[in-house]
């Protein structure tokens, strides 16, 4: 049976987080009273390396067999705070947190009131560690490969890192052909290298590449399993040495997924105002991107005698529920202004911006190297575009001098932005990945993880993310897929070890649990006619467990009289 | 003026993956709400166990909270329409008992409702003010 709790509490003060609102000592005090609490003691921040060292020590000297942290989320230091108490000689799994900064400190201002409810987390806390039970970690073998969605820069790039160190790497595009929106492109801004002289090779080393499979026209249909093992079902055409297979169902095993997906331009359609489709003069930087490749700038062919470029359509508009900046457009813009320049140098080129943001290495240089080449830039709110006999006019508010102009224009170059796919929930819904709110997907952290997701096994390559330039775009892939190849490279993850459990005394043999389970879980055995769990296959929900008449199958950590211990305590 | 106001107790089974985060969400971004909730973590709105929040409510509770994920995003597939059910069932009960079934709020909040949760429980905290204290621990007490 159980041990008899000895249980050591900490209370954190997280520098002023906590302490400035929850009155640590007199939660303290209140703690060393709780039953089965053998010492409480408070520190500035218990995660710190004397912090954790706090516990350690008291646990060996006093023999503490279980520990309560009362600090910040779960979600935060749970981790820290229980490897502290395995080094101590706690089993890992008899530690309790109680969240007195995100869901006390931070929310509440009334000092009384904020220590009351800390105090009220803490009792709960003690309450639930004198009742859990000591757990061994486990970890399951890992499939070699990764399943990478999206065929463009990022999801090649990605492959190919994943290929390099030796995995299978599997490409799901769903176009007919590898290489996204950068094959697109003409030149690439800052150095405006051709990408015909780098792209071809990038699709040619992964086409090429031993351990990679690209599948073309292809979309993910099915995704089961979860980190280490996923079974990816794809429907799509296996590209093999004689070219195209015929379309079919595949189903890939592989122990990381890489969402590589990339984004949707803005269609400039959606801003009439604009009369993109209506006058033949307005044209899209992509459209640009092609006459510039083809050195044709010429309207009705003449050589125009003004180019107005429009930048932030799509991007930075609140009323069409794009507030974010898509973060290549003032670079394109310069870029292109740059080359028309060039080509054409008795043409005009304005530039009409809301702000300029070259940022990112050699940005600005390139931004003066624009001006110098004799692009004017002009700060201003382009309200509307209309006909005026061969030339379209601009009417556009100039935010400095705060007065409307009409400016007239042979060419109206539109810097479109970019949006999340469409598809972007379809993939959102077989991952269970979420979304900002921008539509693009999550990150798991802002600053921390941002090539996770909420999903462990799944990470986040390119502008799926959220708009990115190339060099952004690659670094972010590479990044993605060294996180990949974390699981790859070690053959084993960990998988939770608060698994259901059946006892066999108390077990009818109903088989509800295995009605419920959406894992599969438990099945019945046939020859003792009662359920027992696949613990590999067992995430942990619990739905077993309110199931069960008899209550026969329980979910450790979290067993009825654990939470109902909490209840006790917190209704008190 | 009266003396001292009510002040109601809500227990809330917050699961791990939308509705515990967006409570630290709440917090993270400083969103006050009052503090009358006590969140007890599960990992799924579905392992809440129609005897955990009876027990609440006889041992006193004013109010519980079941939060889970939004209808299609539960971490588990189909946990969150499993307390669904069960909450309507339990409710039925509650009621043909003669007992408040208002004090049981089943809600979706994901992780990124941090405001949605401070809001949930700034509305459940006004409306047991106005209802008064739980009647029935009086009346289970021996």
Redesign the interface.
Known sequence: MASRPRIGVYICHCGTNIAATVDVEAVTEFAKNLPGVVIARHYTYMCSEPGQALIKEDARKLGLNRVVVASC???MHEPTFRAASQEGGVNPYQFEMA?I????S?????RD??T??AK??VV?AVAKAARLEPLEDREVGVTPGAVVIGGGVAGMVAALDVAEAGFPAYIVEKSDHLGGHVADLNRTFPDLEPVAEWLPGLIERVQSHPNITVFLNAQVARVEGYVGNFEVTVSGSKVSGSGLGEPGTHSLQVGAIIVATGYKVFDPHRKPEFGYGLYPQVITTLEMERRLAEGDLAVDGKEPEHVVFIKCVGSRDKQLGNPYCSRVCCMISAKQAQLVRQALPDTRVTVFYIDVRTFGKRGEEFYDEARRSGVRYRRGNVSEIYRRGDRVVVRVEDTFLRRTLEVEADLVVLAVGMEARQDTDEIA?LL?L?R??DGFF?EAHPKLRPVDT?MDGVFLAGCCQGPKDIPDTIAQARAAAASALIPLLRGTVPVIS?TAVVDPELCAGCGMCVE?C??GAPALDPLWGVSRVNAVLC?????C??TCPSKAIQ?RH?R?DQ??A???V??? | METTEFEPKIVAFLCNWCTYTGADLAGTSRIQYPPNVRIIRLMCSGSVDPTYVLKALLDGADGVLIGGCHPGDCHYQSGNYKARRRIIALKEILKQAGMEEDRVWLRWISASEGQRFADTVRKMTEFLKEKGPNPMKREWAV
């Open positions: 989320s779960p979600r969240n900064r995100e869901q006390c931070w929310v509440h201002h009334d009131e904020a009351a409810k009220a987390l709960a819904t269970k979420p900002s709110a999550l909420a608060e419920v959406p894992f995430k942990g929900c619990g739905a467990a309110v979910v979290f009825p939470i109902l909490q209840v006790d917190l209704v008190e």
